[in-house]
């Protein structure tokens, strides 16, 4: 250790710093750990060897799978986490994070298995970061996959005061011959649409835009609550209720209907020659719809490749399995309408038609 001499200015050293004075707690981030693992056991499957607090989590793959694939997704919830700065709503955005991922690897035919979480902000807000994890803890209980690692990474300067970001990715599991990738999809094929939760995690900066420009204000009635009731409704994630379904029935193809909408998902699982033909009045549009709509004068077409319109999820099954799909669901808990059929696709129209 150096020591200073008093009597040579040129000596005297400068103040001790820590990370905190740099802006970095670690006592927070521990603390943040302490507090999410109470939320993170309660989603604990028997396949976890490890989880939360190690440099990596363990995870053991059942024995009842005889040629496992696996099958990973990795997004996060864009925009939308501006409204949740806006107006400081933090409990249900990690279940949107967990959704987004989980509903993508679901449509392969795959079961989430995990899921692991990246939380980064400026300074960390301890009871902010808690209230999103406890509902990545909420998404992943809904989607029945383990929470079981992730990173909280605070940076100085990176982000605006009281803001953060997420990302996500999540692993599910699928037998070899049970992967479901539309390759079987033929003509008269029926199309199912599972009605969403509301704009689910896409569109949010047209959504702000139109807020924006005619400086609306989140707190107006709209519905049974608030405009931004409305437009903070968590993903629907439609897990356990597919897995159920794919024990009964075979389905052909999923699209989770994500940011493209439907006309730009579903063409992504129709074999080549193959065309989708949507009837538009087949479903009920939520109101919140046609209000973005009318408050932004946007165009059908737009609105069908912008927003989900109402269609979270998207199954096309056999002629023959239709109605017992559509039974199932709805005992399932789920709200399905037969929204379409496939078709010879006319190579002068696009893949995907609404009608």
Not at 190 to 215: E, P, T, V
Request: glycine share 10%; with cysteine.
């Amino acid at each position: 250790m150096t020591s200073s001499n008093p009597e040579n200015p040129d000596s005297i050293q400068s103040a001790q710093l820590s990370y905190r004075d740099a802006g970095v707690d670690i006592d927070a981030g521990d603390r943040l750990v302490k507090n999410i693992k109470p939320y993170a056991k309660r989603t604990l499957r028997p396949e976890v060897l490890t989880g939360i607090g190690g440099f990596g989590a363990l995870f053991e793959i059942s024995k009842r799978f005889h040629n496992p694939v696996l099958v990973s997704g990795t997004d996060g919830v864009g925009t939308k986490l501006k409204l949740a700065f806006q107006l400081n709503r933090h409990d249900s955005i990690g279940i949107d994070l967990v959704a987004m991922s989980v509903n993508d690897i679901l449509v392969q035919g795959a079961e989430p298995l995990f899921f692991l979480d990246y939380f980064a902000c400026g300074k960390l807000n301890l009871e902010t970061a808690t209230a999103v994890i406890r509902g990545i803890a909420t998404g992943c209980e809904q989607a029945g996959c383990a929470l079981i690692g992730g990173e909280t990474a605070e940076m100085p300067d990176m982000y605006p005061q009281g803001e953060y970001d997420l990302a996500g990715f999540a692993v599910g599991i699928v037998e070899k011959n049970r992967i479901i990738n539309g390759s079987t999809i033929q003509e008269n094929d029926i199309i199912i649409g599972l009605a969403s939760s509301g704009a689910h995690s896409n569109g949010y900066s047209l959504i702000r835009k139109i807020i924006n420009d005619k400086n609306i204000n989140l707190s107006t009635s709209f519905e049974k609550g608030t405009l931004g009731d409305a437009l903070m409704a968590p993903t629907r994630i439609y897990v356990k209720s597919l897995l159920e379904l794919m024990k009964q029935l075979p389905i052909k193809g999923m699209a989770h209907i994500t940011g493209g909408g439907i006309t730009e998902n579903l063409p992504r699982i129709l074999p080549a020659g193959m065309q989708a033909i949507l009837q538009e009045n087949s479903w009920d549009k939520p109101p919140l719809f046609h209000w973005l709509q009318q408050q932004g004068n946007v165009a059908d077409d737009e609105m069908y490749r912008v927003f989900n319109c109402g269609i979270g999820m998207v199954l096309v099954v056999a002629p023959n399995h239709a109605h017992d799909t559509i039974e199932i669901l709805q005992a399932l808990g789920e709200t399905p309408w037969q929204i379409g059929r496939i078709k010879v696709h006319n190579t002068n129209t696009a893949p995907a038609v609404i009608v």
